[in-house]
């Protein structure tokens, strides 16, 4: 048998469940704080991927440089972007790129810009300087700003990059440049690698135009091939080289004299370095001598892996004849790297979001597009045939009762009355029907004009922490009525245990005085036999009590009439009256039980009938009604006895409380019954009428 706690080991284990609920608490706090940090880095770092995946469609220069200007503001949340684009050599005149500033600003911020010392700084490095942490005077208009040095695009090309507040507006933005300098160095080294991919690729594209044309303007091209930057490979039609410019050499490592006669695949492409998919589509290419332009793995004399993004023209002679290819050649191993570093980023944020299963949906306004991450469909429930469908979805699995707050708070990110929201709300699974608790974000994402141009959120499943802190509160509820009836069952008990035991005592010394006495004495021991029966009363109660509290429950196959018939034939000797007791079954006599707890319940119903039959009529009755249905078992106990008060009949399943002056016992008996019921998982119906009699009805459903 387990050994029942005492009050100050029970009270220890509150105050430590108490503790425990505490640092719960503050875990959570600190995991909240890590999700919104995390939901701020991945918006920015999403920002700069959307810039790379719009850049690369453009080819125009202007409206690359526009682009720019643009992404400054919305990434950085500033009020003037600027780009100043300028020529070293004087080929072309300086231009400025500037968005969100009036055009009567241009001109003075222009000047305040190129007085800065940081554009003094001569270095092809990107340098990032920013008014908050650098010792740089403020000029007139300007009140902050992240400028980077003069960035060397080619031999001629400089640019500079502005992210600008100026002062008038200055109040009304969220200064955090500080914050911001890592990632505008990483925004500047990305504008650098696509200018410079722009810029060639026109270059290249002109060279081949021109070298196509004739071989008359290959020789008159050949000056430029031979300095250009890219590298040059001029080939037979069986794609053996005849000629290879210098920065082919510089290169590869390979010179003129090393490679004419050979094919380059021969000596660049090595397994299992060499990319399959490249190497595949230019053989197949170049075998039905059409133009070709890949990116593929090389490797150079040195052993050194490079990226080359190569660029294949076949040249055909007036006759239609195949005569030459004529390749271009660019290492971009520093754009692939940086490319690389970008989706191992991004890689990294996806993995912290699925290590968090948080999941991520983001919705375009204009055009009504959708799309989830692979976390929400699953949490969904969606099928591949169901994500047209999955905002339909989405909202009609939100709790009835939460569908129009959640809709309204949303509604206001939407709307462009709130930039973020953060809100909880429950979801029914779709399929499943499981009830699940979210913790949900909405953001949204505006142009230079304030307009709504994109919603974000973020959606996480917070009913296991839900459910622990409900049971928490469960569990501390339930202490605090253990304690509560814990001080009441002992004082009660140490009651009813020495009342009889303080009248045993007292008869005793009154059978010391009259043992001559034959009647008194049988007298005495009367009385003490009574008291003794009460005593045994009590401590089998509190066996009963403590044993329905400690152990789990243990189905057996009963005969219900025949438990019944003996417990009223153990019964028979409270009573000098004949008591009419019947019993009436529906349905089988069998049936799986826990047989110490119904017989527990049954004894203390079946008993009180007995015990507070009415004494002033000749036929008192006891009447045993079995319904046994596929539901469960319902037994109904009537009988003709005195019968309990109104007032009283909602206070008899109380501890320790009596509902009859006639009672001898100690008042936890109908107590026993409620809690054995209950942990049976049935329930318990008292109909009374004082004078006329009481019905109990018992339910139990099936428990196997």
Known sequence: MEVELGYDELFAKYAELQLRVTRFSSTEQELINARDRLDQELLLYKKLSDFNTEALKTSSKVEFLQKVVETIIDIFETEIGIIHYTSKSGLFEDKFFIEGARKSEHQHLLEDLCALPALENESKEVTIYSFISENIQASSLIDSCLVSSKIEINEDVQIVLAAIITKSRAPIYNNSYDRHKTIFSVFAQQVIALLSNILILKENKEQMIKIAESEI?????????????????????????????????????????????????????????????????????????????????????????????????????????????????????AEETYKNELLKINSRFELITASSQIGIWEWNPATGESIYNDILIDLLQLSKDELSRAYEIFKSAIHPLDLEQAIRESDLVVSGKQEVINHEYRLILPKTKELRYIQAMVVSERDQFGNVIRIM??????????????????????????????????????????????????????????????????????????????????????????????????????????????????????????????????GSHIIFLDKFRISTVLKNFISNAIKYRKTTIPNPSVYVHVKNSDE?????????????????????????????????????????????????????????????????????????
């Not at 109660?541 to 152990?551: A, G």
């Open 217 to 333: 303007e290959l020789k008159k091209l050949s000056f430029i091939a031979t300095k250009a930057k890219s590298g040059v490979i001029i080939s037979d039609n069986h794609g053996r080289i005849e000629w290879v410019n210098d920065s082919f050499q510089t290169t590869t490592g390979y010179s003129l004299e090393e490679v004419i006669g050979r094919k380059p695949k021969d000596f660049l492409q090595y397994e299992p370095i060499t990319n399959k998919e490249a190497r595949e589509q230019l053989s197949s290419s170049l075998g039905r001598k059409e133009n070709v332009e890949v990116t593929i793995l090389n490797v150079a004399k040195n052993g050194k892996a490079y990226y080359n993004h190569l660029e294949i023209t076949p040249i055909f002679d007036e006759n239609g004849n195949h005569t030459n290819f004529i390749a271009l050649q660019k290492d971009i191993t």
């Open 632 to 704: 469960g078992v319902e037994i109904t106990i009537t009988d003709n006895g005195e019968g309990i008060s109104k007032e009283n009949q909602e206070k008899v399943f109380d501890m320790f409380f009596r509902a009859s002056s006639s009672s001898f016992g100690t008042g936890i008996g109908l107590y026993i019954c409620k809690e054995i019921t209950a942990k049976m998982g049935g329930n318990i119906n008292l109909t009374s009428e004082l004078g006329v009699g009481t019905t109990i009805r018992l339910f139990l459903p099936k428990l196997n």
């Open 457 to 586: 959120g973020s959606v996480k499943d917070v009913t296991q922490s839900w459910l622990f802190e409900e049971k928490l509160i469960e569990k501390n509820t339930e202490l605090q009525k253990i304690n509560g009836e814990l001080d009441q069952f002992v004082y009660s008990v140490s009651h009813d245990l020495r009342s009889p035991l303080l009248s045993i005592k007292g008869l005793l010394s009154l059978l010391d005085i009259t043992l001559k006495n034959e009647a008194l004495v049988k007298q005495y021991l009367g009385l003490i036999g009574t008291s003794v029966n009460r005593l045994d009363e009590t401590i089998i109660e509190i066996l009963d009590y403590s044993k329905n509290s400690r152990t789990d429950l243990v189905l057996d196959e009963l005969n219900l009439h025949a438990l019944i018939s003996e417990i009223y034939e153990d019964l028979l000797h409270v009573s000098e009256i004949k008591i009419d007791f019947r019993i009436d079954f529906e």
